[in-house]
């Protein structure tokens, strides 16, 4: 049973609730486009040698930020799946065409258990995971209108 002072939001046990799984979502985007985009920023030629148009020696540096962020994507989901009383296993449904965007939605839009269920006791929402949680969904929003306008503009 996690209590509050062992509970690492970077450790696969435990539970997170609806905005606390947005928020770190959203935390380890913003630190993953910060590295990268600052890398690609100071080294141009980090990912790719512009004069010979192969790969340069920062491709295995972005490798390695693209697995951690993919790490990092499954351990909040398996927290959220334990917030619903369910097996962390089915955050691999996220390696399956359509079912991936069906566990996505499941995940953001169902409730977790009001209750302690087998996997602890309800995690408390911080006040800076529902802030960047909500800067998220404006986001979100924010693309998909930009998508549809996108869209509709190319017709």
């Known amino acids: 049973m996690n209590n509050a ?3 690492s939001a970077l450790s696969a046990a435990g539970r997170f609730g609806r ?3 947005l928020a770190w979502n959203c935390l380890i985007a913003l630190v993953a486009i910060l590295i990268g985009g600052g890398l690609a920023a100071i080294f141009p030629n980090l990912l790719m040698n512009m004069e010979t148009g192969n790969f340069g020696s ?3 540096i972005f ?3 693209y697995i951690a962020v993919l790490y990092f994507t499954f351990v909040f989901a398996i927290r959220r799946l334990h917030d619903r009383n369910h097996s962390g296993w089915l955050s691999l449904l996220f390696l399956v065409p359509i079912a991936n965007i069906l566990i996505a939605l499941y995940l953001v839009f169902a409730p977790g258990d009001a209750q302690s269920n087998s996997y602890g006791a309800p995690r408390p ?3 800076w995971e529902s802030v960047l ?3 998220y969904i404006i986001l979100m929003l924010l ?4 998508g549809i306008g996108a869209a509709l503009m190319g017709q």
């Open 143 to 146: 693309a998909i209108v930009g």
């Open 19 to 21: 905005f606390s799984y």
């Open 58 to 60: 920062g491709a295995i």
């Open 63 to 65: 490798g390695i930020i």
């Open 125 to 127: 929402t911080a006040g």
């Open 5 to 7: 002072i062992n509970d």
């Open 133 to 135: 949680a909500w800067i």
